[in-house]
């Protein structure tokens, strides 16, 4: 997960699938510059924060990886209660 190259305010995320079929859709809208990645990363096997700031969450079709940490889940928490 490239990290560096992110602004301070902003979160990164990677995804990793063990096979091209696990991807549903993947759109590219031109106009909106929005993207949108739809798939699977199958049954969860285990969810897990690494290298203290990395949410992973692995599948038997891939990882999610997603940077953030329990403190940021708490506090996140703490706003809608």
């Not at 999610?64 to 889940?73: A, P, Q, V």
Request: aromatic content about 4%.
């Amino acid at each position: 997960m490239n990290r560096e190259a992110r602004r301070p305010s902003t979160r990164c995320f990677a995804i990793e699938l063990t096979s091209r079929n696990n991807l549903g859709d993947l759109m590219v809208h031109d106009g909106s510059g929005r993207v949108a990645i739809d798939g699977s990363i199958g049954t969860i096997r285990h969810a897990r924060f690494i290298e203290e700031s990395v949410l992973e969450v692995e599948g038997s079709g891939g990882t999610l990886r997603l940077d953030l940490s329990k403190e940021d889940l708490a506090r996140e928490d703490e706003r809608y209660q």
